[in-house]
């Protein structure tokens, strides 16, 4: 394994390489993302680089979350830095004639949900469009682009034909019957896909907003690249508007891992993405006049989750409002009010002294939605109310006003750094809740890689000893978040304990985005190139 690793490493410098060779090609391309995103961005900083001193805490916390994606990659690993992972699902797909070997697995198992998996990659999209700036000025901006690619590469495979898209890799109960790692897999990896006659609506959509985000991230990277994911993300908007269904409906063999409650705001996502990807007025109609109306839920704030892209939605149509919604016509620019009051309402949710403070969350301060994966939601809205701040900041919008009380763009951070802090370990347990992040973290996450020694001859039931196993985890799962706390700010380190103990990649997804808006003191949100 190390000899192969060193012999990728080449290979994938020498990609980069070529990248910065072409770095000419790559401004001709700015310059025409520019002019074709100006209209929508017209109040936003020309400035490219511009940020504070560093905070070495959030710097440091940002560098250990990122590896988590590589600990979660399939495939034929490329520069692995992880000393425990190798190469692992070379074949999958095969069957089908695919190759879906790339792409990462979901959680502590070695299953490829796509759900999920293009929510984590829009996130990131997102979270490098937004903060490349800050990710460069602390050397995590290849390693962000890398794990992002990581995943489209995948989806692109994912989608062979127009209306075809497989949205699974292995069967969840047959994975789960083993305890093993993802390098020794020996359990059948059937494929599920989505087709015209059952389509999955919400998968499909997620999946165009994956790639739409992401053929922005590449634009300057790799034209050619950039482009193959925004025509792939228009076909799968067609496919997934066209023939509308729920995947939880039609393929209900899933309902218990990622059942989906409907699909209506990821079309909204994925069309929100197109038409900042493609200018394209016919998706800012479709998210507008066309569908604002029957799948916006106006006025009525969610939180942000692998289900739910409402809250996404809602800030990342007041960016346009924020930054230049003067050339959008009139009746979608109401539209676009709808949003922007909507995600008003969400951010006047979350500071504590808030006249309309929800009321979910812990005794020191914690957003507390779920007992399942409850860091979900307080890192999911701390991502949105940093890219909130910023846009307020960068636009001169000097306060939210909360029912009498306003908030500055600095309080609203102030909000952001308290729940990271509460991650990062300042809370009752005194516990950082990011693997390998302080002095004192989980050791016994619910992970498989994580749990077996990598010289450990274990098949699929007799691996269940190191679940068993009262040690704690040989292989560090750096940069997991686990699930996190209870209500009552308590944890159980304990292995089998998934409610807890268990990561997965979309808490990283967001944990990296918010950590990112906080590298730097000053944020300064900038325009998408
Ligand atoms: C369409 O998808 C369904 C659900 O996954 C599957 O059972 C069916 O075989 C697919 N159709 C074709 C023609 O492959
Ligand atoms: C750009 O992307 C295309 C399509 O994925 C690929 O074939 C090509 O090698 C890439 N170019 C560079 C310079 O990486
Ligand atoms: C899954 O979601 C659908 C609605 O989209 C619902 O009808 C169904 O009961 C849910 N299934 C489970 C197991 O929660
Ligand atoms: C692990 O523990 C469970 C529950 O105590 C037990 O049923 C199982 O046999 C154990 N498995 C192994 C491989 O030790
Ligand atoms: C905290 O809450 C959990 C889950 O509800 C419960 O099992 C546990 O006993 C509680 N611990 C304390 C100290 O109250
Ligand atoms: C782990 O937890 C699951 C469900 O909570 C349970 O079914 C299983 O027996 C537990 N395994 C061990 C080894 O304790």
Same mark, same amino acid.
């Given at each position: 394994?190390?000899?192969?690793?060193?012999?990728?490493?080449?290979?994938?410098?020498?990609?980069?390489?070529?990248?910065?060779?072409?770095?000419?090609?790559?401004?001709?391309?700015?310059?025409?993302?520019?002019?074709?995103?100006?209209?929508?961005?017209?109040?936003?900083?020309?400035?490219?680089?511009?940020?504070?001193?560093?905070?070495?805490?959030?710097?440091?916390?940002?560098?250990?979350?990122?590896?988590?994606?590589?600990?979660?990659?399939?495939?034929?690993?490329?520069?692995?830095?992880?000393?425990?992972?190798?190469?692992?699902?070379?074949?999958?797909?095969?069957?089908?004639?695919?190759?879906?070997?790339?792409?990462?697995?979901?959680?502590?198992?070695?299953?490829?949900?796509?759900?999920?998996?293009?929510?984590?990659?829009?996130?990131?999209?997102?979270?490098?469009?937004?903060?490349?700036?800050?990710m460069n000025a602390v050397k995590?901006?290849?390693?962000?682009?890398?794990?992002?690619?990581?995943?489209?590469?995948?989806?692109?495979?994912?989608?062979?034909?127009?209306?075809?898209?497989?949205?699974?890799?292995? &069967?969840?109960?047959?994975?789960?019957?083993? +305890?093993? *790692? /993802?390098?020794?897999? !020996?359990?059948?990896?059937? $494929?599920?896909? =989505?087709?015209?006659?059952?389509?999955?609506?919400?998968?499909?959509?997620?999946?165009?907003?994956?790639?739409a985000s992401a053929s922005l991230?590449?634009?300057?990277?790799?034209?050619?690249?950039?482009?193959?994911?925004?025509?792939?993300?228009?076909?799968?908007?067609?496919?997934?508007?066209?023939?509308?269904?729920?995947?939880?409906?039609?393929?209900?063999?899933?309902?218990?891992?990622?059942?989906?409650?409907?699909?209506?705001?990821?079309?909204?996502?994925?069309?929100?993405?197109?038409?900042?990807?493609?200018?394209?007025?016919?998706?800012?109609?479709?998210?507008?006049? &066309?569908?604002?109306?029957?799948?916006?839920? +106006?006025? *009525? /704030?969610?939180?942000? !989750?692998?289900?739910?892209? $409402?809250?996404? =939605?809602?800030?990342?149509?007041?960016?346009?409002?924020?930054?230049?919604?003067?050339?959008?016509?009139?009746?979608?620019?109401?539209?676009?009010?709808?949003?922007?009051?909507?995600?008003?309402?969400?951010?006047?949710?979350?500071?504590?002294?808030?006249?309309?403070?929800?009321?979910?969350?812990?005794?020191?301060?914690?957003?507390?939605?779920?007992?399942?994966?409850?860091?979900?939601?307080?890192?999911?809205?701390?991502?949105?109310?940093?890219?909130?701040?910023?846009?307020?900041?960068?636009?001169?919008?000097?306060?939210?006003?909360?029912?009498?009380?306003?908030?500055?763009?600095?309080?609203?951070?102030?909000?952001?750094?308290?729940?990271?802090?509460?991650?990062?370990?300042?809370?009752?347990?005194?516990?950082?809740?990011?693997?390998?992040?302080?002095?004192?973290?989980?050791?016994?996450?619910?992970?498989?890689?994580?749990?077996?020694?990598?010289?450990?001859?274990?098949?699929?039931?007799?691996?269940?000893?190191?679940?068993?196993?009262?040690?704690?985890?040989?292989?560090?799962?750096?940069?997991?978040?686990?699930?996190?706390?209870?209500?009552?700010?308590?944890y159980s380190d304990s292995r089998?304990?998934?409610?807890?103990?268990?990561?997965?990649?979309?808490?990283?997804?967001?944990?990296?985005?918010?950590?990112?808006?906080?590298?730097?003191?000053?944020?300064?949100?900038?325009?998408?190139?």
């Amino acid at each position: 394994m190390e000899t192969k690793t060193a012999g990728n490493v080449k290979k994938s410098e020498g990609w980069f390489w070529r990248v910065s060779v072409t770095v000419i090609g790559a401004l001709v391309i700015a310059a025409a993302v520019l002019t074709i995103l100006g209209d929508f961005r017209s109040k936003a900083p020309k400035v490219h680089s511009r940020h504070g001193p560093v905070v070495q805490k959030y710097a440091d916390a940002l560098g250990i979350a990122m590896q988590f994606f590589d600990v979660q990659k399939s495939g034929k690993l490329v520069n692995n830095r992880i000393s425990w992972r190798g190469d692992s699902g070379l074949t999958d797909g095969s069957e089908e004639g695919l190759d879906l070997s790339k792409g990462m697995y979901d959680a502590g198992d070695s299953m490829k949900f796509n759900f999920p998996m293009a929510f984590t990659a829009t996130m990131l999209s997102w979270a490098i469009l937004e903060y490349g700036d800050q990710m460069n000025a602390v050397k995590q901006l290849r390693p962000a682009q890398d794990s992002l690619k990581w995943i489209t590469d995948y989806l692109i495979n994912s989608h062979p034909s127009p209306d075809v898209l497989y949205i699974q890799v292995g &069967d969840p109960d047959l994975d789960h019957k083993c +305890w093993q *790692r /993802p390098e020794s897999l !020996s359990s059948q990896r059937p $494929l599920t896909q =989505v087709n015209t006659s059952f389509p999955g609506t919400e998968v499909a959509a997620e999946t165009a907003a994956a790639m739409a985000s992401a053929s922005l991230v590449f634009k300057k990277i790799n034209s050619t690249y950039s482009s193959s994911l925004l025509m792939h993300a228009e076909q799968l908007f067609a496919f997934a508007d066209t023939y509308q269904g729920s995947y939880s409906v039609t393929v209900p063999s899933g309902q218990r891992f990622y059942n989906s409650s409907g699909y209506g705001d990821e079309l909204l996502w994925a069309a929100s993405w197109l038409y900042l990807a493609s200018a394209d007025r016919s998706y800012l109609s479709y998210v507008t006049v &066309d569908h604002g109306q029957e799948f916006g839920n +106006w006025r *009525r /704030p969610s939180w942000i !989750s692998w289900d739910d892209k $409402l809250p996404g =939605v809602q800030v990342l149509l007041s960016r346009i409002d924020f930054f230049g919604a003067s050339e959008v016509p009139i009746a979608e620019n109401l539209a676009l009010q709808m949003y922007r009051e909507t995600a008003e309402m969400m951010m006047c949710s979350l500071p504590p002294d808030s006249p309309t403070a929800t009321s979910s969350r812990t005794e020191s301060g914690l957003i507390w939605v779920t007992e399942w994966n409850s860091l979900l939601h307080p890192v999911g809205a701390a991502f949105l109310a940093i890219l909130y701040s910023d846009y307020m900041l960068t636009s001169g919008t000097e306060a939210l006003e909360c029912s009498g009380r306003s908030y500055s763009p600095g309080e609203l951070r102030d909000f952001v750094t308290s729940q990271v802090d509460y991650v990062l370990g300042e809370n009752p347990m005194k516990l950082s809740y990011l693997v390998g992040f302080g002095e004192n973290y989980p050791q016994y996450v619910h992970h498989r890689g994580s749990s077996i020694p990598v010289d450990a001859t274990t098949g699929c039931r007799d691996g269940f000893k190191w679940l068993n196993s009262s040690a704690p985890n040989p292989n560090l799962a750096v940069g997991a978040l686990v699930g996190g706390p209870f209500q009552n700010e308590t944890y159980s380190d304990s292995r089998n304990n998934s409610m807890q103990g268990e990561p997965s990649t979309y808490n990283s997804g967001l944990i990296v985005g918010v950590l990112s808006g906080l590298v730097t003191s000053s944020p300064v949100a900038k325009s998408f190139l």
